[in-house]
Structures are given as C-alpha cells and as structure tokens.
C-alpha cells in the first residue's frame, strides 16, 4: 500500500507503509515506548471510561427525573400537587418524608394513585387517576426521591 499525495495540498513523493507481521513478537528494545508505557495509557484510558460512565450515569438519572416531572405534569398530578408547597394535596416532599424507608411505599402509593385516596393528608379526596401501573409506580418512584 502506498501512501500519495492525490488529495494533498503539497506534493509528497509515494512512501511505503511498513509492513505489518501479526506473528512477530513485539521488541520494545529499540523504541520510547515501553511495555509499562502501554500499561500507563491504559490505564488512563480505564480512568476516562469510567469517568465517562459515571458521567452518563449522571444524565440518565437526572434525566429519568425530568422525565418522571414531564410524566406527572402530562397526567395533571402538578394540578393538586407541587414539589415543596402544599396546594390541594400534599407537597411532594413532604410525601417522600413520610414514607421514607417504608420498603412497601411504592406499590401502596401507586395503588392509591391508580384508584384515589381519601383521609390520610386530610378530607379532600384524591381521585382516581388515569395512569397504567407502571406509570403509578414511575411517579411514586419519583415523588419518594424528593428531598
């Protein structure tokens, strides 16, 4: 394979790249670079990745709250409710603090969002709401991460 100069600005003469032998073992004698060299980079490399990764982490979680507020704003919870203010029905984090640590708090919650609730924030009832029950349980989950 040569190397020309066809899309070049300035001409360059044809330089042959040189050949590759997958079965020669690699002598790192006569160059800069050393074995602990590539260890090193990759490393660093390793450290970027998982930099990278965390860092993905981060927007799809913050992502997935926006995404849940969205979904809470499309089926009108934001109507009665708001995130740390009492409307019609209690704030959100106010929700979240009751229930904190209370393993079971989701499917009660969600079930309640499905099909209404009355008495236990005071007398005006929550009517039942037009969500599946995954939806139910994305909002809940999301009203508990409140803080």
């Not at 029905?89 to 640590?101: I, L, R």
Request: proline content about 7%.
């Amino acid at each position: 394979m040569l190397i020309n100069s066809a899309n070049c600005a300035e001409p360059h003469p044809a330089v042959p790249l040189p050949a590759f032998d997958p079965h020669q073992s690699a002598d790192f004698s006569s160059r800069d670079i050393t074995p602990s060299h590539y260890f090193n980079q990759g490393f660093i490399q390793m450290k970027a990745v998982h930099i990278a990764m965390m860092f993905a982490v981060g927007l799809g979680v913050s992502g997935q709250v926006f995404a849940d507020e969205a979904l809470a704003k499309a089926k009108n919870c934001m109507s009665c409710h708001a995130v740390d203010k009492k409307l019609v029905g209690p704030a959100y984090k106010d929700v979240a603090a009751k229930y904190k640590g209370d393993a079971g708090a989701v499917d009660k919650l969600a079930a309640k969002v499905k099909a209404g609730g009355k008495g236990v924030w005071g007398e005006i009832p929550m009517p039942p709401n037009n969500v599946t029950p995954d939806e139910a349980k994305k909002l809940v989950t999301w009203v508990l991460s409140q803080k």
